[in-house]
């Protein structure tokens, strides 16, 4: 296992080591002071205070070797039988800490044989007490540790699994706008077929693979820039212009500063549809659509606008301004912008329909909080 991945993992966070290398200080200097006032006094080999308070810190501080194989063990092994995690795997950690302090004792001191000061540090002293204290404190600790980080992995486990929901409706909206296309596009192209347009038929399926394979590219992102996604419109707009022919003037106004904005993929589609079946459709000539777009400090604003009847106009048109393709829109922008966007339709001083979409302005895509936006007309959340 590699070195960082072992501390990461195994080792006790800093607030915790910090109170266990305290406490085992604490012991360590009152030992200290036992040992000299009380246990040396009056022996004919007698060490000053300040030989007691090193090598007492030397032996507890023992204890910190063995945190990491304490961790590792408690948490890799938790479903061990209560005679070994309580009792056995305790007793193993004290017997072998005290060894290691009886041989340190025996050559730093030399009072008596190894025998007798491993039989005293293990069965007749008071020690063996404390150490039982000290590891099960330690044991507490790490649970306390290991509850802290496994509250922190199912947050993050949380966390992804509602990104990963989000997205998969995002996709799910996404994809129901092409199927939509398909059809009335196939309808418009059977129609052409059968009243023997061949050449317009050429070129419709022309244009219609031109749009598939752009649409192909896209369909796993979410956003794309403004400028991408006007060039998906425009192929789009030239299949129905086989099908209007004269009848379809189509205005643009977009300046150069919004091409690179940041927008959902597909966002035009269905507004655009809208347009072209209840505003362009019925006419008999003179049909209009237009495409206009700005940026407004950090606020980017799309309109999409027809000549057609407006939201007065017939049941069938007021229906489609509240069908699939505008709850659609609406429910991606909530996904992707929370409260922070507006989708407003309404109608046009000049007569006609127009639909106004207003979205933070972003280049590149960020995390950092998107800006409030404030509008008069319809709230987008």
């Known amino acids: 296992m590699h070195i960082r991945t072992f501390i990461k993992q195994y080792s006790f966070n800093r607030y915790l080591s910090g109170i266990l290398f305290l406490v085992l200080s604490l012991i360590a200097v009152a030992r200290a002071f036992q040992q000299y006032y009380i246990f040396d006094a009056g022996k004919l080999i007698q060490h000053s205070l300040w030989w007691h308070i090193p090598f007492n810190l030397c032996i507890w501080w023992l204890w910190l070797l063995f945190v990491p194989f304490i961790y590792w063990v408690t948490v890799r092994f938790q479903r061990l039988p209560w005679i070994v995690s309580y009792l056995l795997f305790p007793a193993c950690m004290i017997l072998l800490r005290q060894s290691i302090a009886a041989v340190i004792i025996y050559f730093l001191r030399g009072t008596s044989a190894f025998p007798a000061i491993l039989f005293y540090r293990t069965i007749r002293g008071p020690g063996i007490w404390v150490d039982i204290v000290v590891f099960f404190a330690i044991v507490i600790g790490i649970r306390v540790v290991e509850l802290k980080h496994q509250s922190e992995r199912d947050t993050l486990k949380y966390t992804q699994l509602l990104a990963r929901l989000a997205r998969s409706q995002l996709n799910a909206l996404q994809s129901q706008l092409r199927p939509h296309f398909l059809f009335n596009t196939l309808n418009n192209l ?28 896209e369909n796993n992102r979410q956003e794309i820039t403004f400028e991408q996604e006007l060039r998906f419109i425009n192929q789009y707009i030239e299949i129905e212009k086989v099908r209007y022919e004269d009848k379809l003037r189509v205005e643009q106004y977009i300046p150069p500063e919004t091409l690179q904005a940041l927008v959902p993929s597909f966002l035009l589609l269905p507004l655009v549809e809208n347009s072209m079946n209840y505003a362009i459709a019925p006419k008999r000539a003179d049909g209009f659509l237009g495409i206009r777009a700005k940026q407004e400090g950090e606020i980017l604003e799309i309109v999409i606008e027809d ?51 207003r979205i933070p302005y972003r280049l590149t895509p960020s995390v950092i909080p998107l800006p409030e936006i404030v509008d008069a007309g319809e709230p987008g959340g």
């Open 307 to 357: 000549n057609g009847p407006g939201w007065n106009g017939t049941p069938a048109v007021r229906k489609s301004h509240k069908g699939v393709g505008m709850k659609n829109t609406r429910e991606r922008l909530q996904h992707l912008y929370k409260d922070r966007f507006t989708l407003r339709y309404e109608n046009r001083l000049q007569g006609g329909f127009q639909v106004v979409i």
């Open 190 to 217: 059977s129609t052409t077929i059968v009243l023997h347009e061949n050449g317009e038929a050429k070129r419709m399926l022309s244009l219609i693979r031109n749009f598939l394979e752009t649409t192909l590219d």
